[in-house]
C-alpha cells in the first residue's frame, strides 16, 4: 500500500512539473529548450574506470585504523596503524601512488595546524590538538587560467557515541569513508586527463568535532588567492543498505545540498545584499544553488539519452537538488567554505540510517548499532564517484565563470538586455548561452546562443523569469551559470 502510494504521488508529481515546464514553453516563444551538453568522449572513457572494487578497498584499508577520531591525533598509547595521524599518513601516500601512475602529475600537500582546546562546556576539544588536511593539486595546464580550480572533499576523521573515546572502534565506513573513497577515486580516474584549469582532491579532518579541517582550509584558500569556483562536500554517501529497509534508501538518487541566501560571514549576505536578494526575489540563485544546477546539468549528459551511454546511464543515479544548506540539526564542510564566499554543495545518501552514525558498536535488542563497512553499497558509491568526476571534469574544462553579468534596467519595457565581461584567462572561442526559467520554476529551461558577444537583447520580459549566463567552449563544457544584477547602465 505504501509503495502504490508513493508511486502515485510521484506520479502527480512528475505531472505537475511537466504541466509546469509546458506552460513555460507556451509563455515563452523566443529561445529553445535546454538541451544535454555533447559528451566528452574522454571523460566518459574515463568515467568507466571508476572501480566499485578500489572503493571498496580504499574503505576497508580507512576502516583498519580502528578509530579515526580527530582528538587520537594527541594519544600516545595508541596500537601500531591505528589512530587518525596513520589514517593522514595512508591518505597521502595514496595520493602519492596516484602521483607516480600518472608522471608525478599531482602535487600532493599536508595543512597542518594546531586547534587550540577549551573548557567551554560544550567544547569538543578540550586540549590543544594537531589537525592535518591531505590534499592533492592537479595544476592546470592553461597558465592563464590554472588559477581557477574547482574542488571535491570528504571528511577522513570518525567517531563514535562518545566524542572523546578515541580507542574504542569507530570504523567511519559511510561517515565518511565513502566521501573520503570519492576523493580518492576522482583523483586516480581524473589524473590520467589534463584540464586547463586546477582540480583538487581533499580529505579534512575535524569534521566531527565542529568542522574544524575544512574551516582551516577555507582560510587558506581565501588568503592565498585561489580562484576556487566549485566545491563538492560528499559526506554519507556509502547508500545504506540495512537487511529488512532496502526499500527505504533509493539507490537512483543522491541529495544536493546546497544554500540559498549566501552565509552572513560573506560580504554576499551583508545586509545591503540580503535586502537586495529580498528585492530581486533571488534567494535560490546564489553562486552554490547554481553550482547544484551546473551539476544537474552534468548529469543529464552523461545520463540515459546521451548519445554516448556512459556508466551513469547504467545506474540511473539521480541528483535531486535540496533547496537547504544541509538537513535538519546537521553541519557540513561545504558550509565552511560557504563562509568564505565560495561556491559549495553537499552529496549525501537519500535517507541515513542513524543507527549506523556516531553509535558504538554493539547489538541491542537485536538491533546491530555502528557504522560497520558491511551497510556500504560500493556500487552506489562508485556512482557517486562518477558524478563528483563528471562535474569536476567538466567544469575544470569550461571556461570560467562570465564576470561582472548585468541586467540593464534604464527602460520601463518587456525586453530584457544583459551585458557581462568574459571569464578570467578564457580561452580563444569562447562562447556564451543565456539561460532562464519561469521564476516558480527549480531549473533553467530554455536558451539562446550570444556566440562571442557580451551583450543580448531579448524580446523576454524581465520581470516574469529568472536569467542567468554561462561561457561554453568549442567542446560544449558549460561554466556555472551567473545571475546578472541590476544596473543602469
Request: proline share 5%.
Amino acid at each position: 500500500m505504501c509503495c502504490r502510494f508513493c508511486l502515485i504521488l510521484a506520479a502527480g508529481l512528475l505531472a505537475t512539473c511537466l504541466s509546469l515546464q509546458q506552460t513555460q514553453a507556451q509563455r515563452v516563444s523566443f529561445g529553445g529548450p535546454i538541451q544535454a551538453a555533447p559528451a566528452d568522449p574522454a571523460l566518459a572513457a574515463a568515467l568507466k574506470n571508476v572501480s566499485a572494487n578500489d572503493i571498496h578497498a580504499t574503505i576497508e584499508k580507512l576502516v583498519s585504523f580502528n578509530n579515526r577520531s580527530t582528538l587520537s591525533s594527541m594519544d600516545t598509547d595508541l596500537a601500531p596503524n591505528t589512530g587518525i595521524g596513520a589514517a593522514a599518513a595512508w591518505i597521502a601516500a595514496e595520493f602519492e601512488r596516484i602521483s607516480a601512475a600518472c608522471n608525478h602529475c599531482l602535487e600532493v600537500k599536508r595543512d597542518e595546524f594546531t586547534e587550540p582546546g577549551s573548557d567551554a562546556a560544550n567544547s569538543r576539544i578540550r586540549r590543544p590538538t594537531k589537525l592535518v588536511n591531505v590534499y592533492a593539486i592537479l595544476k592546470g595546464t592553461d597558465p592563464a587560467q590554472a588559477n581557477r580550480r574547482v574542488l571535491v572533499t570528504g571528511h577522513y576523521d570518525s567517531r563514535n557515541s562518545d566524542n572523546f573515546n578515541t580507542h574504542d572502534a569507530a570504523p567511519g565506513a559511510n561517515d565518511d569513508a565513502s566521501g573520503v573513497a570519492v576523493s580518492i577515486e576522482c583523483a586516480r580516474v581524473l589524473s590520467k586527463l589534463k584540464f586547463p584549469s586546477t582540480i583538487v582532491f581533499v580529505a579534512v579532518a575535524g569534521e566531527e568535532q565542529g568542522l574544524n579541517g575544512s574551516l582551516h582550509l577555507a582560510k587558506l584558500a581565501k588568503a592565498e588567492g585561489w580562484g576556487l569556483e566549485a566545491v563538492l562536500n560528499n559526506d554519507i554517501v556509502g547508500g545504506d543498505t540495512t537487511p529488512g529497509q532496502e526499500g527505504d534508501e533509493d539507490k537512483s538518487a543522491v541529495r544536493v545540498f546546497s544554500e540559498g541566501v549566501p552565509s552572513p560571514a560573506t560580504p554576499e549576505g551583508s545586509a545591503e545584499a540580503v535586502a537586495r536578494i529580498h528585492n530581486l526575489g533571488s534567494d535560490s540563485d546564489s553562486p552554490s544553488r547554481e553550482l547544484a544546477r551546473a551539476l544537474i546539468d552534468v548529469s543529464r549528459t552523461y545520463s540515459e539519452n546521451s548519445e554516448i551511454r556512459g556508466p551513469l546511464s547504467v545506474h540511473h543515479l539521480r541528483p535531486v537538488m535540496i533547496f537547504r544548506a544541509d538537513r535538519y540539526l546537521r553541519g557540513g564542510d561545504h558550509t565552511s567554505f560557504n563562509l568564505e564566499g565560495f561556491a559549495a554543495v553537499r552529496l549525501t545518501e537519500w535517507r541515513e540510517n542513524f543507527d549506523h552514525q556516531h553509535q558504538n558498536v554493539r547489538v541491542e535488542n537485536g538491533v546491530q548499532y555502528g557504522d560497520l563497512i558491511q551497510y556500504d553499497d560500493f556500487g552506489y558509491i562508485a556512482n557517486v564517484a562518477r558524478l563528483n568526476a563528471a562535474t569536476l571534469a567538466t567544469l575544470a574544462a569550461a571556461p570560467g565563470v562570465p564576470q561582472n553579468v548585468h541586467i540593464l534596467t534604464a527602460a520601463l519595457d518587456n525586453n530584457t538586455e544583459l551585458a557581462w565581461d568574459a571569464p578570467v584567462g578564457a580561452p580563444s572561442g569562447t562562447a556564451y548561452e543565456v539561460v532562464w526559467r519561469a521564476t516558480e520554476l527549480p531549473n533553467w529551461t530554455t536558451f539562446v546562443s550570444a556566440g562571442s558577444e557580451h551583450t543580448m537583447k531579448l524580446p523576454v520580459s524581465k520581470d516574469n523569469v529568472v536569467f542567468g549566463v554561462r561561457s561554453v567552449d568549442a567542446a560544449g563544457h558549460r561554466s556555472i551559470a551567473v545571475l546578472p544584477l541590476p544596473a543602469r547602465k
